[in-house]
């Protein structure tokens, strides 16, 4: 055999090698996880798919708060879910984005009069060009047409209060540094900073997409002291399904 073709033959196999760890790397990182059904999680909050991310709606007074505003740029699943309750776009009155990534904030420009609010440590991925900084995520690009302006920065603990409704915000860096939790109507939103598996436990922020993963852990224990007494009745997430309870958010990283 030629030198020459040795060598792309061992290149070859090289990339096909890497290839197949990195799918098995990405698919690890999602396996084993309840899967999300769209529907009312309480009176008043519904998971909507968005694909293979959620969205949640937040009944407020004539019309919805997100949470966060999905992977779709047109925003097709959200506006199908606002017309089931004879609602447009419009009435959308806030966006709270669990986190900066483009993932979670593809359609947030389709509601034209929602405030948008996030925490100013995910400013850089949100407003641009910044990248994430996990271990896969600071090798993908963002994608300039979701970058948004105008948000609002959220104060750690403090409510929103939205057509009536308190929407509760808490800074649990990890995922990103500007990752939050909601509080609205007892459900307790943590997009990717936590996860369901299908053995009943709960699993921390997947570590290949996130800035700093014992980081994640530490938030999400602090996060459940912070919760206690709060009338927290269920706990959702951005690719999984949600789950009754808070019992297990302490027990993350053991
Ligand atoms: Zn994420």
């Given at each position: 055999?030629?030198?020459?073709?040795?060598?792309?033959?061992?290149?070859?196999?090289?990339?096909?090698?890497?290839?197949?760890?990195?799918?098995?790397?990405?698919?690890?990182?999602?396996?084993?996880?309840?899967?999300?059904?769209?529907?009312?999680?309480?009176?008043?909050?519904?998971?909507?798919?968005?694909g293979f991310v959620n969205v949640f709606l937040?009944?407020?007074?004539?019309?919805?708060?997100?949470?966060?505003?999905?992977?779709?740029?047109?925003?097709?699943?959200?506006?199908?879910?606002?017309?089931?309750?004879?609602?447009?776009?419009?009435?959308?009155?806030?966006?709270?984005?669990?986190?900066?990534?483009?993932?979670?904030?593809?359609?947030?420009?389709?509601?034209?009069?929602?405030?948008?609010?996030?925490?100013?440590g995910d400013r850089g991925l949100l407003e641009?060009?910044?990248?994430?900084?996990?271990?896969?995520?600071?090798?993908?690009?963002?994608?300039?047409?979701?970058?948004?302006?105008?948000?609002?920065?959220?104060?750690?603990?403090?409510?929103?209060?939205?057509?009536?409704?308190?929407?509760?915000?808490?800074?649990?860096?990890?995922?990103?540094?500007?990752?939050?939790a909601y509080l609205a109507k007892g459900v307790?939103?943590?997009?990717?900073?936590?996860?369901?598996?299908?053995?009943?436990?709960?699993?921390?922020?997947?570590?290949?997409?996130?800035?700093?993963?014992?980081?994640?852990?530490?938030?999400?224990?602090?996060?459940?002291?912070?919760?206690?007494?709060?009338?927290?009745?269920?706990?959702?997430?951005?690719?999984?399904?949600?789950?009754?309870?808070?019992?297990?958010?302490?027990?993350?990283?053991?």
């Amino acid at each position: 055999m030629r030198p020459m073709k040795r060598i792309v033959i061992i290149v070859l196999v090289v990339i096909a090698v890497l290839g197949v760890a990195g799918v098995a790397t990405v698919g690890s990182a999602f396996a084993g996880l309840n899967e999300s059904k769209p529907g009312t999680i309480v009176p008043g909050v519904d998971l909507v798919k968005d694909g293979f991310v959620n969205v949640f709606l937040v009944d407020v007074d004539q019309g919805v708060a997100l949470i966060d505003c999905g992977n779709d740029p047109t925003g097709k699943a959200i506006i199908e879910a606002l017309g089931h309750r004879t609602l447009t776009e419009k009435d959308v009155k806030a966006i709270f984005l669990t986190h900066g990534h483009g993932d979670h904030t593809a359609a947030c420009k389709r509601f034209p009069n929602a405030t948008i609010y996030a925490f100013e440590g995910d400013r850089g991925l949100l407003e641009g060009p910044a990248k994430a900084k996990g271990a896969l995520t600071k090798w993908i690009s963002p994608d300039p047409s979701r970058v948004l302006t105008q948000v609002k920065w959220l104060t750690d603990g403090a409510p929103v209060t939205v057509g009536g409704v308190d929407i509760t915000a808490w800074n649990i860096p990890g995922h990103t540094g500007g990752s939050a939790a909601y509080l609205a109507k007892g459900v307790v939103f943590l997009g990717d900073s936590a996860g369901s598996q299908t053995d009943g436990h709960l699993r921390g922020a997947p570590g290949i997409f996130s800035d700093d993963p014992a980081q994640n852990v530490a938030s999400m224990k602090a996060l459940a002291g912070k919760l206690e007494g709060k009338g927290v009745t269920h706990l959702a997430f951005a690719h999984s399904g949600w789950v009754a309870g808070t019992g297990e958010l302490t027990a993350l990283g053991k």
